[in-house]
């Protein structure tokens, strides 16, 4: 089983839609959670960290689900700029500290 | 904003031979790591190194691959003998420590094509 899994879409999706990405692990002791965007052969940033009880910064909202082991991450009121891969980021295996990526969710805005 | 800076952005070789890709964290940053994207694939990691010395590394670094921090700014990944699956996007990356939800900085990387 893969250690992390994501659906790598595309998500095609026209401006101002609400669309949800998900994310499962599988190393259930893993502790810290992030998404990251990647734009096309760029460096992947940081979007936001994933916390328990879930988080909101503006149109993003990420949830954790430790017992079915997934996170998702919701943009509502997509713009043109969102247009990008969504990488989802694990701490572990084994418990270790080293994140480890997800292949990440391809989302295409259109006008 | 603090950068992570890589160099050289494109390094075009030869197969056998020796690459060196550099780096420069972040100053106040303790940890630091190389990943690689393949075309098309995931970012996978290589290497964490703290302390001067390997805390991690995953089993794509195998005897081919060396880090090492110089100096007290750059930290660079050798590939001894390239071949042409190490074709790839290399990303430096450093973060402050490795807490619950610290974050990693990333370098705009390095594309290593080997023909």
């Known amino acids: 089983r893969k250690e992390v899994e994501q659906d790598p879409g595309p998500f095609n999706v026209p401006e101002g839609a609400t669309v949800a990405f998900n994310c499962t692990y599988s190393?259930?002791?893993?502790?810290?959670f992030f998404w990251y965007r990647q734009d096309c052969r760029k460096e992947p940033k940081l979007l936001m960290s994933?916390?328990?009880s879930g988080n909101e910064d503006g149109r993003f909202t990420a949830q954790l689900n430790r017992a079915s082991q997934y996170i998702s991450l919701l943009i509502r009121d997509s713009k043109l700029s969102d247009s990008a891969t969504y990488l989802c980021v694990v701490n572990g295996p084994g418990g270790s500290y080293i994140p480890t990526f997800g292949r990440g969710t391809s989302l295409i805005v259109h006008p | 904003e603090p950068e992570v800076t890589q160099t050289p952005s494109h390094q075009v070789t030869q197969m056998g031979q020796e690459v060196i890709l550099r780096c420069v964290p972040i100053?106040?940053?303790?940890?630091f790591y190389w990943y690689r994207q393949i075309l098309g694939q995931k970012v996978e990691f290589l290497v964490s190194?703290?302390?001067?010395?390997?805390?991690?590394k995953s089993e794509i670094f195998d005897d081919q691959f060396s880090v090492e921090r110089p100096d007290g700014s750059n930290f660079t990944l050798k590939i001894r003998s390239t071949k042409l699956e190490d074709s790839a996007m290399y990303f430096c990356?450093?973060?402050?420590?490795?807490?619950?939800?610290?974050?990693?900085?990333f370098g705009s990387g390095t594309q290593l094509s080997v023909l």
């Open positions: 990356a450093s973060s402050r420590d490795t807490s619950t939800n610290e974050k990693l900085f």
């Open positions: 100053s106040n940053h303790l940890y």
């Open positions: 190393n259930s002791a893993s502790q810290s």
């Open positions: 190194f703290y302390n001067n010395e390997i805390s991690e």
């Open positions: 994933v916390y328990s």
